[in-house]
């Protein structure tokens, strides 16, 4: 099958977080398939050049409309670990990707509606005719109402689009200019059925209009699918998702084990894997060396997120605090996404300066993510909703024992170490319910115990963890169906 992946982000050229991971890790296990896989890209100031290869001009003169204007735009190509990229450069003063980051800007909504309309052009202008066309999130989500609306008229019929929801919070709101700047029309597209938000009356929602148009619509856990539909989770979409429902899925995530592999990982000291579980402690003495941690019988209790709402600061904060009250050390490696958040996490990092069992490292740092995960005992991921999570999977294929809050993508992964229905050799984890302190405390203390008074116990975790199959292969056959089901 021909698919090209349509997306904001792409590991690790450019990764702001599981989006990336997603993208590069299905586009790889697809590719390995046998199929022919492309990803098409925006030009960012901010991309890793040095991690693409035979990165050069493929296209040169790339016209595409914007308003009552054509801008030019180049599209380079290369491929970053293995898989062919595309790159739309458009040079116009605009600057839409010359704003050294990949997202935060006011204009974002045109900045990601330029491009969904630049991807179509590109693929008509050059002849292409993917069988399927995957987008995902709110970014993309122009490319199945554009390749209706606009193109298939134009000649690129073959294509079915199957649009992929990573993280309905973000929808892509906006005044109807968006629609207007790559050339659709407003007042036919801004009804209640199609683009107009539920709760803004003159605003469009772009995700939305991926909801409506796309053949396939899928999300990256079954839980997060139940969860859109029927809870407060689907974001004010619930309804238009409940008239679509037919063509929703949930599709769990992988991990990319080249990128996640204790037993090849270049970023740490002491490589390992579950028949060699002896390497890990030495990774532990290195990270508490590294951060100057003092060297000690106690776990450590990692946490590597981005501090977002969505992840659970105050359980964050809560599990800090726990876990030093508990005998245990603590890592804390995140980057904030609001001020207030950032100054809460700044305090405790002042507080907690010098002491020997508490590291907090606001920034975003891929090498010591790994070696964070190297070196850890326990992971926490205390989300108030998880549309998946890559952090508990590779929490354990580093053996690791993830503590999670049941939701998403961390209840249809993580399977309780007591409570679980699970196979012995199956159960690979902790789990709670309430997103509350004593709801944290309920699993994490049981972790706990089980790391200083049953360590034969605790290391089997992480052994079942090490051997559970997060990889892609089943997730990427489980889409493999799905394109094939809207091809016919
Ligand atoms: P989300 O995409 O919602 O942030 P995921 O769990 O799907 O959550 O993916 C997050 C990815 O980003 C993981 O690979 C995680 O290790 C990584 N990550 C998050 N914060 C940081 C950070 N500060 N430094 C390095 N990696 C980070
Ligand atoms: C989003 C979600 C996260 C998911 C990731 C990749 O960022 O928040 O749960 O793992 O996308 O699909």
Redesign the pocket.
């Known amino acids: 099958m021909y698919i090209t992946q349509v997306g904001a982000e792409c590991a690790p050229v450019a990764?702001?977080?599981?989006?990336g991971?997603?993208i590069h890790g299905l586009s790889r296990a697809l590719a390995e398939q046998g199929h022919q896989v492309e990803v098409i890209l925006p030009k960012y100031d901010c991309l890793r050049p040095d991690l693409i290869e035979g990165l050069h001009r493929a296209y040169e003169d790339l016209q595409v409309p914007f308003y009552d204007q054509w801008l030019a735009c180049s599209v380079e190509s290369g491929y970053v670990d293995g898989i062919h990229c595309f790159f739309i450069d458009p040079h116009s003063d605009h600057g839409f990707y010359q704003r050294g980051r990949i997202y935060g800007e006011v204009d974002d909504p045109g900045r990601f509606a330029f491009f969904c309309r630049a991807v179509l052009e590109f693929l008509l202008k050059t002849g292409k005719q993917p069988d399927i066309i995957h987008c995902h999130d709110w970014h993309t989500a122009l490319v199945p109402v554009l390749r209706w609306e606009v193109y298939e008229a134009l000649g690129l019929k073959r294509p079915r689009v199957c649009h992929t929801l990573?993280?309905l919070s973000h929808q892509g709101v906006a005044g109807e200019y968006p629609l207007r700047a790559v050339g659709l029309d407003p007042a036919r597209l801004m009804t209640s059925d199609r683009l107009l938000d539920r709760d803004r009356p003159h605003a469009a929602n772009l995700l939305k209009g991926a909801l409506v148009y796309a053949d396939a619509v899928t999300t990256v856990s079954p839980r997060h699918a139940w969860e859109i539909l029927h809870t407060d989770q689907g974001m004010g979409l619930q309804e238009t998702l409940h008239t679509h429902s037919h063509k929703l899925r949930g599709v769990i995530?992988g991990i990319d084990e080249g990128t996640w592999n204790p037993r090849t990982d270049p970023h740490i000291v002491q490589t390992y894997g579950p028949e060699y579980l002896p390497g890990k402690a030495c990774d532990k003495r290195q990270l508490r060396q590294q951060l100057g941690l003092e060297e000690a019988a106690k776990p450590i209790v990692a946490i590597?997120?981005?501090l977002?709402r969505?992840?659970g600061v105050e359980l964050m904060r809560h599990t800090i605090h726990y876990a030093l009250e508990n005998s245990c050390q603590t890592v804390l490696?995140?980057?904030a996404s609001e001020p207030w958040i950032d100054e809460l996490f700044q305090e405790i990092r002042r507080h907690s300066d010098g002491s020997a069992d508490c590291r907090l490292?606001l920034?975003?740092?891929?090498a010591?993510?790994h070696q964070i995960?190297a070196g850890a005992d326990i992971m926490v991921?205390p989300s108030v909703y998880?549309?998946?999570?890559?952090?508990?999977m590779?929490a354990m294929q580093y053996g690791v024992v993830p503590v999670v809050r049941r939701v998403g993508g961390l209840a249809d992964s993580v399977f309780d170490a007591n409570y679980s229905d699970q196979a012995f050799e199956e159960v690979n984890g902790f789990l709670f319910d309430d997103p509350t302190p004593a709801g944290l405390e309920s699993a994490l203390r049981r972790a706990i115990r089980l790391w200083f008074r049953y360590p034969a116990y605790f290391r089997q975790l992480r052994l079942n963890g090490m051997h559970t199959d997060n990889s892609w292969s089943g997730p990427a056959q489980a889409y493999l169906d799905i394109f094939e089901g809207i091809r016919a």
């Open positions: 990764k702001v977080g599981g989006l991971e997603a990573h993280n995530n590597v997120s981005r977002d969505q992840k490696l995140g980057s490292i920034e975003y740092n891929e010591l993510s995960h991921i998880e549309p998946c999570g890559l952090t508990q590779t």
